[in-house]
C-alpha cells in the first residue's frame, strides 16, 4: 500500500530520495522500522515509516506529506493492523497561510460516513486538527473499503495541492514547526515510544530532519 501511495504523490510532485542515514532502519521495542524521506518537486517534504513486529502480528504504515511550495494543511496518516483489527488514520493540521479548498478531501470523508469511526481521544494538538481529518477502525471484511478510502483521501488530497496557492517556504516551515515542536514538548503516540528508546536528541533529529522535514 505504501510503495502504491508514493506513486500516487510521484505522478504528480516527482520524488528525490533523501538520506535518512541512521534512522533508515531502527528497532525499538520489539518492532522493525524502515524509514524514507523524499523532496516532493513542487510540493514539499514526504516521509513514510512502516515497522512490523510480535511476529508479524503487528504491522504500522505512517505517510507525512509537509507542504513547502504551497499552501496546504500538514497531512498524516497512519494505518496500523493489529490483534485483529484495522485502524486507519488521517489527519490534517493547520499550518497555512490561508485557507484553501478541501472540498474534494470533504467529499472523500463524507463517502467513509457508512464505515467504523474510531475515537482518539483528546490532544493537545487538536485545536489545530482540521474537521476534514478521518479515522475509522474495523476488521478483515472492512480492508478492501479501507484501502479505497485511503486511495480516495491522498488522491483529493493530492488534487488539492494541484490547485493551491504558492506560498513563501520559510514561512511554511515555521508554522509546520510548531506542530512538530509541539509534539516534542507535549508528546504524542510515537513520539512518546521514540523518546524512550532513542531519547531527546535523536527524537528531535528524526522528527526534524527526516520524519517532517522542518529543519535539512
Known sequence: MMEQMLSQIGKTFPLQELDAGEFKHLKVNGMKFTIRAFEAEGLGHVSTMQAKGFFGLMQMDTLIINPKYVDLPLLSYDRVLAAGNDTLIFELYDTQESPCDLSAVDEVKQNAATLPTHDL??????????????????????????????????????????????????????????????????GGPSTDVFKKALGDEKTTALFRHILFGTKI
Not at 479515522?135 to 479501507?146: L, T, W
Not at 486511495?151 to 506560498?167: I, M, N, R, T, V
Not at 515555521?174 to 514538548?185: F, H, I
Request: proline share 8%; net charge positive.
Open 121 to 186: 481521544g483528546e490532544h493537545w494538538y487538536d485545536p489545530i486538527k482540521l474537521p476534514q481529518s478521518l479515522s475509522v477502525k474495523g476488521k478483515k471484511p472492512h480492508r478492501i473499503a479501507f484501502d479505497q478510502t485511503a486511495k480516495d483521501y491522498l488522491s483529493a488530497f493530492l488534487h488539492s495541492a494541484a490547485q493551491a496557492a504558492p506560498c513563501n517556504p520559510a514561512a511554511k516551515m515555521d508554522k509546520a514547526s510548531v506542530y512538530v515542536n509541539g509534539l516534542l514538548t507535549h
